[in-house]
C-alpha cells in the first residue's frame, strides 16, 4: 500500500525533525533509521518481510518508552544501538532473507500485510534505475509553477524553529520545495529563526497555499508571492480570493536539483501521500473560514471524574422525572378536569422529554469507539502466531461502533482471553489446516454492533471447532462431574462446560493458555455486567463466541416486577419474553415446575421461593412467567406482577450488606421505595442450574 508506506515515512520524518529540535539523541537516531527504511521501501529496494516488520514494530515499542521520557522528564534504559544497526543492514541490504511470514489483517478485510518473499539478495538502492515519466505524471507536472514563499516570525515567538519546522512540513504537503532558508539541518539545531524563505513547486492555487500557512500559529507577517496574506498573526482580508498560480506552460518536467544544505529529494519531493492531503484539507475547512481565519477550536478536554459526576447527577434527575411522572399519574387519575393538573402534567411531560434528552446527550459524551480495544490485537495475534509457528489473519468489523467508556475498560480482558484461546487451541497450524483442506492461514474475525439497545461482539475463528466429547471426558478425569451425570449431557451443555474453572483440553501447558484459566474468567466478567455470553461451534469449521452486553452500567433498563410485597428489577437485556401462565399451565417434572412454550419445555423458578419469602397473600387467578437466558439456557422466573418498564439507577449495595446471591445491585424508584436488581446468573446458581 504505498500510501500507507508514504504516511509512515512521513511520519518517521516529522519525528525526528521534532526530536532533534529538542535534543532527543535516540529518538532522532532510531527514526532516522526507520525513515531510511520506510524511504527504500517506498522505492522498491527493500522487500517487505517477517524480519523487517519485526524490527519496525520493535521500533515502535521502543519509541513510547521513549517519547515516555519526554512526557515524564525521566530517563529510560531503552538501548536503541542494536536496532539502529539492524535497521541499517535492511538500507545496505545485507539482511538475510526470512521464511515464511505470519501476517496480519486489516479492518473490514484480510490482507496480507508481509508478503512472501524468495531469497534472491536486496538490490542496492544506488542500482535503482528512474522509470520512465507517464503522461500523467508529465501533465501534472507542466500544470505546476513555482511560489516564492517569505515568512517573519516575531523574535519573541516560543519556538521558532518549531514554527519553521511546522512552515516546512505545510509546504511538502503542497508541493516540491525548490529552496529553503533556513535549510533543515539547521532549523533541526533548534536555532532562532526570525526569517524563513522557500521557493514552492506546486498545482495548488492561492487559496489552498494561503489556507495551509493559516493552520500555523505563532507567525508575524506572511507574503505569499509578495502579497502580504498574514500580519500579526491575523488573515488579512484584502487577500486575493482568485487563484495567483496558474498553469505554466514553460515549467519543465525535470525538477531542479536542490542545492546543497537544502532539503533531500527524499522531503522535498511531492507527496502522494492522498489521505494525509484530505486529512489536512479537512482540517482547513473546520478551522479557518472562507477568508482563511482561523476560528476557535470546538473541542475542550474534561476530566473523565467529571463526566462520571455528570453522569450521577443525570441518574438522580431521573429518578426525579420517575417520581414526578407517578404523582402526575394519580393527581390524573382523581381530578381529570382540574385545569392546574392538566398544566403540571404539560410540565412532567416536558421535563422528562428533555432529561431524556440530556441523557443520551450524556451518554454520547461517554461513548468511545470499540476500535479503542479491537486495534490492538492484530499486534497481539501477530507475536502469539509467532511463537506457536501459525499463519493467522485478522479480520476487523464495526470498530465505530460505539460503548460507554465503563464497558469498554470491563471487555478489554474477556476479548484477551477468547483471542488468546482462539490462537492457540482453536486454529489449527499450517499443515494441519492443508490436511483438512483448509488455506494454510487461519482467520480470527472480531466483529461489534448495535442491536436493540444492546452491544453485540462476537470473536469468531475458523479452526477446528470444539470437541464436546474431550470436554465432558475432561470434566471426568478431573472429578467436576460423575460418568453418568456427562452421559445424560446434551451437545449444548457440554459445550457450556468449558466455562467450568480448572476445565482445559490442552495435551500441554504453554504461555499462551492451557492451564484450565480464562474462559471461566470470560464468563465471570461478564456476568458481572449484566452480559451474557454464547458460544456457536461445528467441529472441523471453528467457533464463534457472541457476548452480549448492556449500553451502559449506570442507568439500567429494567422490567420491575412484584413478588408478595416486595419489588424487583430485572434487566431488560436478560429478557427474552415476558409469560401469563394458569396454574394448570404449570406440570411438575422431577418435581421441578416446567411449563410448555411453543413446544419446548421450560423450568420455572418460583422467585419467592428462591429468596425464602413467607406467602402472605392469595395467589391470583394468573400468575406471571419472566422468560430470561444464560447463554442458550432459558428459564421462566415466576412473579405475581408485571410492574413495567423503568430505566433505574444502579446503586451499590455498600460493603455494610455485602454481597447477596441472586442480587447485584439495587435502585431508587420514582415513588422512594427501594427495588433490587436482580443478578440472572446468580439465581441460576442458587437454583443448582
Given at each position: 500500500d504505498?500510501e500507507?508506506?508514504?504516511?509512515?515515512?512521513?511520519?518517521?520524518?516529522?519525528?525526528?525533525?521534532?526530536?532533534?529540535?529538542?535534543g532527543?539523541?535516540?529518538?532522532?537516531?532510531?527514526?532516522?533509521?526507520?525513515?531510511?527504511v520506510f524511504?527504500?521501501?517506498?522505492?522498491?529496494s527493500i522487500?517487505?518481510?517477517?524480519?523487517?516488520?519485526?524490527a519496525?514494530?520493535?521500533?515502535?515499542?521502543?519509541?513510547?518508552?521513549?517519547?515516555?521520557?519526554?512526557?515524564?522528564?525521566?530517563?529510560?534504559d531503552?538501548?536503541?544501538?542494536?536496532?539502529v544497526?539492524?535497521?541499517?543492514?535492511f538500507?545496505?541490504?545485507?539482511?538475510?532473507?526470512?521464511?515464511?511470514?505470519?501476517?496480519?489483517?486489516a479492518?473490514?478485510?484480510?490482507?496480507?500485510?508481509?508478503?512472501e518473499?524468495?531469497?534472491?539478495?536486496?538490490?542496492?538502492?544506488?542500482?535503482?534505475?528512474?522509470?520512465?515519466?507517464t503522461?500523467?505524471?508529465?501533465?501534472?507536472?507542466l500544470?505546476?509553477?513555482?511560489?516564492?514563499?517569505?515568512?517573519?516570525i516575531?523574535?519573541?515567538?516560543?519556538?521558532?524553529?518549531?514554527?519553521?519546522?511546522?512552515?516546512?512540513?505545510?509546504?511538502q504537503?503542497?508541493?516540491?520545495?525548490?529552496?529553503?532558508?533556513?535549510?533543515?539541518?539547521?532549523i533541526?539545531?533548534a536555532?532562532?529563526?526570525?526569517?524563513f524563505?522557500?521557493?514552492l513547486?506546486?498545482?495548488?492555487?492561492?487559496?489552498?497555499?494561503?489556507?495551509?500557512?493559516?493552520?500555523i500559529?505563532?507567525?508575524?507577517e506572511?507574503?505569499?508571492?509578495?502579497?502580504?496574506?498574514?500580519?500579526?498573526?491575523?488573515?488579512?482580508?484584502?487577500?486575493?480570493?482568485?487563484?495567483?498560480?496558474?498553469?505554466?506552460?514553460?515549467?519543465?518536467a525535470?525538477?531542479?536539483?536542490?542545492s546543497?544544505?537544502?532539503p533531500?529529494?527524499?522531503?522535498?519531493?511531492?507527496?502522494?501521500?492522498?489521505?494525509?492531503?484530505?486529512?489536512?484539507?479537512?482540517?482547513?475547512?473546520?478551522?479557518?473560514d472562507?477568508n482563511?481565519?482561523?476560528?476557535?477550536?470546538?473541542?475542550?478536554?474534561?476530566?473523565?471524574?467529571?463526566?462520571?459526576?455528570?453522569?450521577?447527577l443525570?441518574?438522580?434527575?431521573?429518578?426525579?422525572?420517575?417520581h414526578?411522572?407517578?404523582?402526575?399519574s394519580?393527581?390524573?387519575?382523581?381530578?381529570?378536569?382540574?385545569?392546574s393538573i392538566?398544566?403540571?402534567?404539560?410540565?412532567?411531560?416536558?421535563?422528562?422529554?428533555?432529561t431524556?434528552?440530556?441523557?443520551?446527550?450524556?451518554?454520547?459524551?461517554?461513548?468511545?469507539?470499540?476500535?479503542?480495544?479491537?486495534?490492538?490485537?492484530?499486534r497481539?495475534?501477530?507475536?502469539m502466531?509467532?511463537?506457536?509457528?501459525?499463519?493467522i489473519?485478522?479480520?476487523?468489523?464495526?470498530?465505530?461502533?460505539?460503548?460507554?467508556r465503563?464497558?469498554i475498560?470491563?471487555?478489554n480482558?474477556?476479548?484477551?482471553?477468547?483471542?488468546?484461546?482462539?490462537?492457540?487451541?482453536?486454529?489449527?497450524?499450517?499443515?494441519?489446516?492443508?490436511a483438512?483442506?483448509?488455506?494454510?492461514?487461519?482467520?480470527v474475525?472480531?466483529?461489534?454492533?448495535?442491536?436493540?439497545?444492546?452491544?453485540?461482539?462476537?470473536?469468531?475463528?475458523?479452526?477446528?471447532?470444539?470437541?464436546?466429547?474431550?470436554?465432558r471426558?475432561?470434566?471426568?478425569q478431573?472429578g467436576?462431574?460423575?460418568?453418568?451425570?456427562?452421559?445424560?449431557l446434551?451437545e449444548?451443555?457440554?459445550?457450556?462446560?468449558?466455562?467450568?474453572a480448572?476445565?482445559?483440553?490442552?495435551?500441554?501447558?504453554?504461555?499462551?493458555?492451557?492451564?484450565?484459566?480464562?474462559?471461566?474468567?470470560?464468563?465471570?466478567?461478564i456476568?458481572?455486567?449484566?452480559?451474557?455470553?454464547?458460544?456457536?461451534?461445528?467441529?472441523?469449521?471453528?467457533?464463534?463466541?457472541?457476548?452480549?452486553?448492556?449500553?451502559?452500567?449506570?442507568?439500567?433498563?429494567?422490567?420491575?416486577?412484584?413478588?408478595?410485597?416486595?419489588?424487583f428489577?430485572?434487566?431488560?437485556?436478560?429478557?427474552?419474553?415476558?409469560?401469563?401462565?394458569?396454574?394448570?399451565?404449570?406440570?411438575?417434572?422431577?418435581?421441578?415446575?416446567?411449563?410448555?412454550?411453543?413446544?419446548?419445555?421450560?423450568?420455572?423458578?418460583?422467585?419467592s421461593?428462591?429468596?425464602?419469602?413467607?406467602?402472605?397473600?392469595?395467589?391470583?387467578k394468573?400468575?406471571?412467567?419472566?422468560?430470561?437466558?444464560?447463554?442458550?439456557?432459558?428459564?421462566?422466573l415466576?412473579v405475581?406482577?408485571?410492574?413495567?418498564?423503568e430505566?433505574?439507577?444502579?446503586?451499590?449495595?455498600g460493603?455494610?450488606?455485602?454481597?447477596?446471591?441472586?442480587?447485584s445491585?439495587a435502585?431508587?424508584?420514582?415513588?422512594?421505595?427501594?427495588?433490587?436488581?436482580?443478578?440472572v446468573?446468580?439465581?441460576?446458581?442458587?437454583?443448582?442450574?
Amino acid at each position: 500500500d504505498t500510501e500507507l508506506v508514504q504516511t509512515v515515512f512521513r511520519s518517521a520524518h516529522t519525528i525526528k525533525g521534532m526530536a532533534g529540535m529538542i535534543g532527543h539523541r535516540r529518538m532522532t537516531d532510531l527514526t532516522h533509521g526507520l525513515e531510511n527504511v520506510f524511504d527504500g521501501v517506498r522505492k522498491k529496494s527493500i522487500e517487505i518481510s517477517t524480519p523487517l516488520i519485526n524490527a519496525c514494530l520493535d521500533s515502535v515499542d521502543r519509541l513510547r518508552s521513549l517519547r515516555n521520557e519526554v512526557v515524564t522528564s525521566q530517563s529510560s534504559d531503552v538501548e536503541i544501538e542494536d536496532l539502529v544497526q539492524e535497521l541499517k543492514e535492511f538500507v545496505q541490504g545485507r539482511k538475510e532473507e526470512p521464511a515464511p511470514v505470519v501476517a496480519m489483517a486489516a479492518p473490514e478485510t484480510a490482507q496480507q500485510v508481509e508478503p512472501e518473499t524468495s531469497s534472491s539478495p536486496q538490490p542496492q538502492p544506488q542500482a535503482l534505475v528512474p522509470p520512465e515519466p507517464t503522461p500523467l505524471v508529465i501533465e501534472a507536472a507542466l500544470k505546476t509553477r513555482n511560489v516564492e514563499i517569505h515568512v517573519l516570525i516575531p523574535t519573541d515567538s516560543i519556538a521558532s524553529a518549531a514554527r519553521a519546522f511546522q512552515l516546512m512540513m505545510a509546504l511538502q504537503e503542497l508541493g516540491e520545495i525548490k529552496t529553503m532558508s533556513p535549510t533543515q539541518a539547521q532549523i533541526e539545531t533548534a536555532s532562532s529563526v526570525s526569517d524563513f524563505e522557500a521557493v514552492l513547486s506546486t498545482s495548488q492555487d492561492f487559496e489552498k497555499v494561503t489556507s495551509s500557512l493559516l493552520q500555523i500559529s505563532g507567525l508575524g507577517e506572511v507574503f505569499i508571492d509578495g502579497v502580504l496574506v498574514m500580519s500579526g498573526g491575523e488573515a488579512v482580508s484584502e487577500s486575493p480570493k482568485t487563484s495567483k498560480i496558474a498553469p505554466d506552460a514553460q515549467t519543465t518536467a525535470s525538477p531542479a536539483q536542490p542545492s546543497a544544505g537544502q532539503p533531500s529529494s527524499a522531503i522535498g519531493r511531492r507527496s502522494t501521500d492522498v489521505p494525509a492531503r484530505r486529512g489536512a484539507e479537512s482540517s482547513s475547512r473546520s478551522s479557518a473560514d472562507t477568508n482563511g481565519r482561523r476560528s476557535t477550536d470546538m473541542t475542550v478536554r474534561t476530566n473523565v471524574e467529571r463526566l462520571d459526576n455528570l453522569m450521577n447527577l443525570v441518574g438522580e434527575l431521573i429518578t426525579d422525572r420517575n417520581h414526578l411522572q407517578q404523582i402526575r399519574s394519580r393527581l390524573e387519575a382523581d381530578s381529570r378536569l382540574n385545569g392546574s393538573i392538566e398544566q403540571l402534567s404539560e410540565s412532567v411531560t416536558h421535563l422528562g422529554r428533555i432529561t431524556d434528552q440530556l441523557q443520551e446527550e450524556v451518554m454520547r459524551i461517554r461513548m468511545l469507539p470499540i476500535g479503542s480495544v479491537f486495534n490492538k490485537f492484530p499486534r497481539m495475534v501477530r507475536d502469539m502466531s509467532q511463537k506457536v509457528g501459525k499463519l493467522i489473519d485478522v479480520v476487523i468489523h464495526g470498530e465505530d461502533t460505539e460503548m460507554d467508556r465503563s464497558m469498554i475498560d470491563e471487555i478489554n480482558d474477556p476479548l484477551i482471553h477468547l483471542i488468546r484461546n482462539s490462537v492457540d487451541h482453536g486454529l489449527e497450524t499450517p499443515q494441519e489446516r492443508v490436511a483438512a483442506g483448509k488455506p494454510e492461514r487461519g482467520t480470527v474475525t472480531l466483529t461489534a454492533r448495535h442491536e436493540q439497545g444492546r452491544i453485540i461482539i462476537t470473536v469468531e475463528d475458523d479452526g477446528r471447532g470444539i470437541d464436546a466429547r474431550k470436554l465432558r471426558a475432561s470434566a471426568v478425569q478431573k472429578g467436576m462431574i460423575t460418568a453418568e451425570e456427562a452421559a445424560a449431557l446434551t451437545e449444548e451443555q457440554s459445550i457450556d462446560l468449558m466455562f467450568m474453572a480448572g476445565l482445559s483440553t490442552a495435551q500441554k501447558v504453554t504461555d499462551i493458555s492451557g492451564r484450565g484459566v480464562g474462559l471461566d474468567i470470560v464468563n465471570t466478567n461478564i456476568q458481572r455486567v449484566n452480559g451474557s455470553i454464547e458460544v456457536e461451534t461445528q467441529l472441523g469449521f471453528g467457533t464463534q463466541f457472541q457476548i452480549v452486553l448492556p449500553l451502559t452500567l449506570a442507568i439500567v433498563p429494567s422490567l420491575l416486577v412484584g413478588v408478595n410485597n416486595a419489588t424487583f428489577a430485572i434487566p431488560l437485556v436478560m429478557i427474552t419474553e415476558t409469560l401469563r401462565l394458569q396454574k394448570s399451565d404449570i406440570k411438575n417434572i422431577y418435581r421441578k415446575p416446567v411449563t410448555l412454550l411453543r413446544g419446548n419445555v421450560l423450568s420455572l423458578l418460583q422467585l419467592s421461593d428462591i429468596f425464602d419469602f413467607s406467602q402472605n397473600q392469595e395467589p391470583g387467578k394468573y400468575l406471571f412467567a419472566v422468560v430470561v437466558h444464560s447463554g442458550k439456557q432459558r428459564v421462566g422466573l415466576i412473579v405475581d406482577s408485571l410492574i413495567g418498564e423503568e430505566e433505574v439507577v444502579v446503586k451499590s449495595l455498600g460493603a455494610f450488606i455485602g454481597d447477596i446471591p441472586g442480587i447485584s445491585s439495587a435502585a431508587i424508584l420514582g415513588d422512594g421505595k427501594v427495588a433490587l436488581i436482580v443478578d440472572v446468573f446468580g439465581l441460576f446458581k442458587l437454583a443448582g442450574i
